[in-house]
């Protein structure tokens, strides 16, 4: 089994050189997927594999806009349309700096496990540009979204690819985006999710992300017969799945001790409580400032600059900022404080090493293709309500989103549990995330 996994894995970095998120991605699902595929006939010596780590369309393109200084400035637009067997390409757009095609197509593979995941006809797809959004004036973020859309429109479309938000795209600028799509087509459809509420937008998207996380969450505790009540948990991040992770578990009656930002990290022993998260959201959302800043209103935190918050002592972690942002000593860490559960917010947020050790000391660990997956659920909620132009209610959509990280939690543990009855979220998400795709692309042959 050993020799056939690096096989395929040599194969795919020779294809892949130097996209090393991309082959973490790839590894991952390789080692629980191929030993699944060699014991089931069907999918056995067809390639499927091969076929979806394959980008069904790579679009690279130029992005050209001008500043507040009248300075014309040059970035790079990427949309990666990964795999279409189950439905239109379906996947966020960020705009970080660090964006590259390895960063994407990371995130479009991934993409395609998750969608599938989560019930729906979603096939997978990411995109973005290593546009900068920090310090750009409302002005400046409008002209680079418009001057984006305006190559990216012939490529998507309400059947063919329905982009949304991820770092650094939120609804202002899925309104900026929303608004050239339209003008440039002369039609108005659900092209976009995570819409305005008065021009197509699905309630409960905003938070979905964050509230499935610990949905997600409180299904696992509950195998163990607990729940968030009294927990101590630790967040990363403070945009928008942190912020809705943090609410939900006040919520539910836990402590949030931390929140971060690219800068460092904030801890508040006395917990942060409602009001101190409508000062986050506003500081973060409205102001656009730094999380440091949170001492200013709150004298008593602590913050730790350049430092991330797995080192302060909790039940519970929930890792909502970025890709590989918790490696192997800070799990080690957070293991010996008694961390008993992690469900990741953020895509990839966990290293392999990390993964490791989380799965060694038995924990209760959630990938985000699974823990995340209440974000593009909700996306294709909204994507029902816009076919349908209709609006269900907030209670509607959040049973709705329930149900769903509900099921998923159930199809990780179909195929996931081992022999001694501890559930392998990563397996379980990996094999059930690819039958449903290997099915529809062996149904469709060879195309
Ligand atoms: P936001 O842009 O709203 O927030 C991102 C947060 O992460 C900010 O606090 C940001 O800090 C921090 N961050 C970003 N990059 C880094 C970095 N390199 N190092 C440290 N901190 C960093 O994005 P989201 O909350 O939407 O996304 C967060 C994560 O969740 C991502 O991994 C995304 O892919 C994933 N995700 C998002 C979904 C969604 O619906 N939005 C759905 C599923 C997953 P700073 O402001 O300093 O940059
Ligand atoms: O990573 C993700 O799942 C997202 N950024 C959300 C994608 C979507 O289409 O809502």
Redesign the pocket.
């Known amino acids: 089994m050993k020799k056939i996994i690096s096989e395929f894995l040599d194969l795919v970095k020779e294809r892949n050189a130097h996209e090393p998120e991309f082959l973490q991605a790839v590894e991952e699902v390789a080692e629980t997927v191929i030993p699944y595929i060699v014991k089931h006939d069907i999918y056995y010596g067809k390639n499927v594999l091969l076929r979806m780590v394959e980008p069904e369309r790579l679009i690279s393109f130029r992005v050209c806009w001008v500043d507040d200084n009248g300075e014309i400035q040059v970035n790079r637009g990427y949309r990666i349309q990964m795999n279409s067997a189950i439905g239109p390409y379906k996947g966020?757009l960020?705009f970080?700096p660090?964006v590259n095609a390895s960063i994407l197509k990371f995130?479009a593979f991934e993409q395609v496990f998750k969608n599938s995941l989560t019930t729906l006809p979603m096939g997978g797809g990411k995109g973005g540009s290593d546009f900068n959004p920090?310090g750009k004036s409302d002005n400046e973020i409008m002209r680079f979204c418009h001057a984006f859309m305006s190559e990216l429109f012939r490529h998507i479309g309400p059947n063919t690819d329905i982009p949304?938000?991820?770092?650094?795209?939120?609804q202002r600028e899925i309104g900026f985006l929303f608004g050239m799509y339209r003008k440039l087509r002369n039609e108005f459809t659900g092209v976009l999710t995570?819409k305005g509420m008065t021009w197509g937008g699905s309630l409960i998207r905003p938070e979905?992300?964050g509230y499935g996380t610990v949905y997600f969450a409180e299904n696992m505790l509950k195998t163990k017969n607990d729940s968030f009540e009294g927990k101590t948990i630790v967040i990363?991040?403070?945009?928008?799945?942190?912020?809705y992770a943090a609410e939900k578990s006040i919520q539910l009656g836990a402590k949030v001790v931390t929140l971060?930002?690219?800068?460092g990290y904030i801890y508040d022993e006395e917990g942060i409580d409602n009001e101190k998260l409508t000062f986050i959201m506003h500081l973060?959302n409205e102001k656009r400032g730094?999380?440091s800043e949170y001492l200013e209103a709150y004298p008593n935190a602590k913050f730790t600059k350049g430092k991330?918050p797995w080192h302060e002592k909790c039940d519970i972690a929930l890792p909502?900022?970025?890709?590989n942002?918790l490696n192997g000593d800070d799990a080690k860490v957070l293991l010996s404080n008694g961390c008993m559960c992690v469900s990741e917010?953020?895509?990839?947020?966990s290293t392999k090493e990390a993964i490791t050790e989380f799965h060694k000391a038995k924990i209760l660990f959630a990938p985000?293709k699974a823990s995340?997956?209440g974000?593009?659920a909700t996306s294709g909620l909204e994507m029902t309500q816009n076919s349908l132009r209709y609006k269900w209610t907030r209670e509607e959509v959040d049973k709705k989103l329930k149900e769903i990280m509900g099921d998923i939690h159930q199809s990780c543990i179909d195929y996931g549990t081992d022999e001694d009855g501890y559930i392998d979220y990563v397996k379980g998400a990996n094999i059930a995330g690819f039958v449903k795709v290997a099915d529809a692309m062996l149904a469709q042959g060879v195309v």
């Open positions: 966020g960020r970080h660090t995130l920090k949304a938000g991820d770092i650094g795209v939120g995570g979905a992300t990363s991040g403070s945009g928008n799945v942190a912020q971060s930002d690219s800068s973060k730094r999380i991330t909502c900022a970025t890709q942002e917010g953020a895509n990839m947020p985000g995340n997956a974000g593009v």
